[in-house]
């Protein structure tokens, strides 16, 4: 069974996400989502909403399976039995931090890590713009789903 991680924070998931995930589902017998549970950082969703978020909008994927973790990504592939990382690149400056990403990760553990480029419609998308123009009333419809938007201006606004 070919097997891969898709990491991420996912505060909240977008559309640029689910388009990666997808796109990485049509290629591998199973995709796990690895939504990282970093407690350095201020997120605005729990891991446990974000987690079900992304349960919901990849229901559709019957190879899609949604885990959080903790410390080193090479660390959960190992406990997984995952050989490899997919990550999705917007723009040149994702490469860069990406790669040296990539190599580290290699030289620790041996896991391999593919590069996917962003569908071009998505290639301005962030979870922190996202929040920030959901913060101030902007409209965020077509760059996250219908759930994480409703989730969203539910948290920014109540």
Do not use: W
């Amino acid at each position: 069974m070919r097997r891969v991680v898709c990491p991420g924070s996912f505060d909240p998931v977008t559309n640029g996400h689910l388009d990666i995930i997808g796109r990485t589902s049509r290629l591998y017998d199973e995709v796990v989502v690895a939504v990282l549970i970093n407690v350095e950082k201020r997120s605005l969703f729990t891991v446990d909403e974000r987690i079900e978020m992304l349960q919901a909008v990849t229901k559709e994927y019957g190879n899609v399976r949604v885990e959080k973790f903790h410390g080193l990504l090479v660390d959960f592939c190992r406990q997984q039995g995952i050989p490899a990382i997919v990550k999705g690149l917007r723009a040149v400056s994702d490469f860069d931090y990406e790669l040296q990403m990539a190599q580290l990760n290699y030289r620790m553990s041996g896991v391999e890590t593919l590069f996917m480029s962003t569908n071009p419609e998505y290639s301005f998308l962030s979870s922190s713009r996202l929040k920030e123009i959901a913060r101030y009333g902007g409209d965020v419809s077509g760059l996250v789903p219908d759930l994480v938007r409703q989730l969203l201006v539910e948290r920014l606004r109540g």
